[in-house]
């Protein structure tokens, strides 16, 4: 009753097991490397979920709200479709914060989305969603998600809800206390 | 009060200790099918499996209460695939990926009926597999993962490991042929 390939599988499971030349693993060698590495490792942290990458997008942005022309001078996508295509023209930068949180429409119908950008964007904001999480996610340069997102706005598919800063234009402390608990949950 | 608890990591000791047992009761299954995969190679086998035992206990604060056979899975796929990036970067110096060479080189071999020498011939065959099928086949065939689970461990297409499987399949069969006319003495 054995099928063929079982029978494949058990020659192939018994060669393994008889491998004449054999080599064997010092597991107890094994063993002590890893505890030598085992602090550093442990240090090291966890990095696995989204609401891990959710957390790191919202302090990026807020660490690199001055920083932006370094990010526009990013290598662009190896893509051989150049950025001044998806803008459909000349780049017109809407004055969006970085720090924005981009929420989609209610009730936006996607098939009625022609725009295949905007459509990629209205998938990946599911929730409020940082620009920069957009830009990686879509692997595209910041200036140009920035002027995407700005088109979006105008043709109301999308609205931006900018950070609550506190009077000072600083975080508030309830932020920066957010920022911080979600780290610790790495 | 609360905030007198110490709000520094807890002590990985435990944590520690549950992994050491993990890696006593798998390291040295997963490192004889890491060489299988490596071809024999034992530095890359050795350097794999500890990579990917490394990267076990930096994810072990959040993976210890999964089974023993899950995790020795995920350990297997890390390090199964790091072997491929091996294998991937010696490829200009790996022979052709051409099944009918292989088949006919079997073929030549009809006079083989010994047991001994047809399980060294299978492990042959499998060596002289691509790093990729090679990879597929001892963990599907020596290592008992289903075709879905070896895909998501190697990042692969389902049905491009089917395909692997089935080719690698056609090839074993010749030696299945001779095994079994050479009489199996179970």
């Given at each position: 009753m054995t099928e063929p390939h079982d029978a494949i599988r058990?020659?192939?499971?018994?060669?393994?097991?008889?491998?004449?030349?054999?080599?064997?693993?010092?597991?107890?060698?094994?063993?002590?490397?890893?505890?030598?590495?085992?602090?550093?490792?442990?240090?090291?942290?966890?990095?696995?979920?989204?609401?891990?990458?959710?957390?790191?997008?919202?302090?990026?942005?807020?660490?690199?709200?001055?920083?932006?022309?370094?990010l526009e001078a990013r290598p662009e996508s190896e893509t051989l479709v150049r950025p001044y295509t998806r803008t459909a023209g000349p780049v017109r930068p809407h004055d969006i914060p970085v720090e924005a949180l981009v929420t989609i429409a209610e009730h936006v119908d996607l098939s009625t989305v022609r725009v295949p950008e905007f459509r990629r964007i209205c998938e990946i904001c599911t929730r409020p969603t940082a620009m920069m999480e957009i830009a990686a996610t879509l692997g595209m340069p910041y200036g140009i998600v920035r002027v995407i997102i700005g088109d979006m706005i105008d043709s109301r598919l999308a609205a931006v809800t900018p950070l609550r800063l506190g009077k000072d234009g600083r975080p508030t402390l309830e932020l920066m206390t957010n920022v911080l608990d979600h780290l610790r949950d790495l | 009060m609360t905030q007198m608890e110490s709000p520094g990591p807890p002590s990985s000791a435990p944590l520690v200790e549950s992994y050491e047992a993990f890696y006593r009761a798998t390291a040295d299954r997963t490192f004889r099918a890491v060489l299988r995969i490596a071809a024999g190679d034992r530095d890359v086998a050795q350097d794999a499996t500890q990579e990917a035992y490394c990267q076990m206990l930096r994810l072990w604060s959040l993976r210890r209460n999964r089974s023993i056979e899950?995790?020795?899975?995920?350990?297997?796929?890390?390090?199964?695939?790091?072997?491929?990036?091996?294998?991937?970067?010696?490829?200009k110096l790996t022979e052709l990926d051409d099944e009918m060479e292989v088949c006919a080189e079997d073929a030549q071999l009809a006079a083989v009926l010994d047991r001994a020498t047809v399980i060294k011939t299978v492990l042959e065959v499998i060596v002289r597999q691509p790093a990729q099928r090679r990879a597929v086949a001892v963990l599907f065939f020596i290592e008992d993962l289903t075709d879905e689970e070896v895909a998501s461990a190697l990042t692969m297409n389902r049905s491009t490991v089917r395909t692997h499987i089935q080719r690698a399949r056609s090839v074993l069969k010749l030696q299945l042929d001779q095994y079994e006319q050479g009489g199996e003495g179970v």
């Open positions: 058990e020659l192939v499971q018994r060669a393994h097991d008889e491998d004449p030349d054999r080599i064997e693993f010092d597991t107890e060698a094994g063993l002590s490397e890893i505890r030598s590495r085992a602090p550093d490792l442990l240090q090291q942290p966890v990095v696995d979920t989204n609401e891990v990458r959710w957390a790191g997008f919202q302090l990026s942005a807020l660490q690199l709200s001055r920083d932006i022309v370094t | 899950d995790n020795r899975k995920y350990v297997l796929g890390i390090a199964s695939k790091k072997v491929i990036d091996v294998f991937r970067g010696r490829r």
